[in-house]
């Protein structure tokens, strides 16, 4: 059995994510779609499913991302039959529109870190203990989740959006932020998406200025939620298997 992991591109990786669930006794399954790896036609062996951010949309083209359906359509049985989902990004907003949400362009994007925000449904979701109701979260998307599939709750907010992290169900989890970068995938985020980083109004110094003050608490709590994944929401059968 296995944590199925979908990658959309090579900056795009598990990170401290995928480095917490090995350390749980999870195996990961990583399908690195951006470099031609394929989806599973099925959920056999399949113990979770994790889909990470990447640059392309829910709207693109589908000669731009032609596995992007055949994903969302496993999203959406993976939900179905109750497995634990975790999307990121990209990930949590095929998401939303695989469980029948609607995803929008924004004005401009959000990029940097900013302060996200508890709901009352987030303050006592059990992903989100031992995260505090105002956190710095790295952010970096064109895209947001407009609206929330039926039975969808928001779990956090910011400023400019009302749901950057939302739950459906038990056990189906959407985060915008990227809580799984550390300082280095951060920086290469940030090198690749200078077009959105001058859209927003920053400039590579300033990003540079908000790691050397946010990054210490943002990687604390990071760590908090990975955690949290791994122990409370990943199946406790994966250690029958370990051994």
Aim: charged share 20%.
């Amino acid at each position: 059995m296995a944590i199925l992991v979908f990658q959309h591109h090579e900056i795009g990786r598990p990170g401290r994510l995928g480095a917490t669930l090995r350390d749980h006794g999870l195996r990961l399954d990583i399908r690195e779609l951006h470099a031609r790896g394929a989806v599973p036609a099925d959920l056999d062996g399949v113990d979770g499913v994790v889909s990470l951010g990447g640059p392309q949309n829910v709207d693109d083209p589908p000669d731009k991302a032609p596995w992007m359906r055949a994903e969302m359509d496993l999203l959406a049985e993976a939900h179905a039959r109750g497995l634990p989902v975790v999307g990121v990004c990209l990930g949590a907003q095929m998401l939303a529109s695989a469980l029948g949400g609607a995803v929008e362009p924004m004005d401009e994007p959000e990029i940097g870190f900013h302060t996200v925000s508890l709901t009352a449904a987030g303050q006592t979701d059990t992903l989100h203990a031992g995260i505090p109701w105002d956190s710095p979260q790295f952010l970096h998307h064109t895209r947001h989740v407009a609206s929330l599939p039926a039975g969808g709750v928001a779990l956090a907010s910011s400023k400019k959006r009302p749901v950057q992290a939302f739950r459906v169900g038990m056990r189906s989890y959407g985060f915008q932020h990227h809580f799984e970068a550390d300082q280095r995938l951060i920086r290469e985020m940030v090198a690749s998406a200078k077009d959105d980083l001058h859209r927003a109004g920053y400039t590579e110094e300033e990003i540079e200025q908000q790691i050397e003050s946010r990054y210490a608490e943002f990687a604390r709590l990071a760590d908090r939620l990975c955690v949290n994944i791994a122990a409370y929401l990943m199946p406790t059968s994966r250690l029958a298997h370990a051994g």
